[in-house]
């Protein structure tokens, strides 16, 4: 079973689009993230959730907007795609205090945009 | 602010060759450290990680002390192998107010060659 899972893996879009990328985790975790890698392989925290609140809210377009309709779900929904935003986005969970905040990821969309 | 800083890449070996990849941080507090990896076209994975000042953590034959006294957390392994190859991230997690953030390095990218 996975721990964590990404819809879909890949995403081929044009220009000016709206898209949706999806998550779900199965750990029973309470924290969810969405992360940006660039092609440089620099990994960029974008958001964060914590029981369904948002906790982290990093300094990202507002064409970029999160939703977690409950504690194992982090949707990212992105608006008028931008050339920029080709990148592989992961989501990771994470546990409160339990573990010491030790984060398992999904295994990445990768979105190009046209 | 926090940071993690590990050296650059790429990093090639030979394989039976010692690696080491350093990585040295800055805190606040009392943070936990992680070594992360991310094995091609996957996300990433935790490797090891240390709670606590001179706790060492391993896994896989790789290693990595928590230094206080130099903030630093070097990853080793004495003899990689050519399924070592990978892009490896050193992390601290943080806990304050807003709750645990970690804060990942920019990676090292490690080549290991026949």
């Known amino acids: 079973d996975t721990a964590v899972s990404q819809t879909p893996k890949y995403l081929v879009t044009q220009m000016g689009n709206d898209k949706s990328i999806k998550c779900e985790q199965n750990?029973?975790?309470?924290?969810m993230y969405w992360y940006k890698q660039d092609s440089k392989k620099f990994l960029k925290i974008m958001f964060s959730?914590?029981?369904?609140?948002?906790?982290i809210n990093e300094t990202v377009p507002n064409r970029f907007s999160p939703k977690s309709p409950d504690k194992a779900h982090l949707n990212l929904h992105i608006n008028s795609l931008e050339l920029g935003d080709s990148a592989v986005y992961f989501c990771a969970s994470s546990q409160t205090g339990a573990t010491r905040e030790t984060q398992y990821f999904g295994p990445g969309t990768r979105l190009l945009v046209l | 602010g926090d940071s993690v800083t590990q050296m650059e890449g790429p990093v090639t070996l030979s394989e039976e060759a010692f690696l080491t990849i350093n990585c040295t941080y800055t805190?606040?507090?009392?943070?936990?450290l992680f070594w992360y990896v991310q094995y091609p076209g996957e996300g990433l994975q935790l490797l090891l990680k240390?709670?606590?000042?001179?706790d060492k953590g391993s896994n896989k034959g790789f290693e990595a002390t928590y230094r206080k006294e130099t903030t630093s957390f070097h990853l080793e392994k004495g003899s990689v192998q050519v399924s070592d190859s990978a892009v490896y991230f050193c992390a601290l997690s943080e806990g304050n107010t807003g709750g645990f953030k970690t804060i990942f390095g920019a990676g090292t990218r490690l080549f290991v060659k026949a």
């Open positions: 959730y914590n029981n369904k609140e948002l906790i």
């Open positions: 240390a709670t606590k000042a001179d």
């Open positions: 750990l029973g975790h309470d924290t």
């Open positions: 805190a606040t507090g009392y943070p936990s």
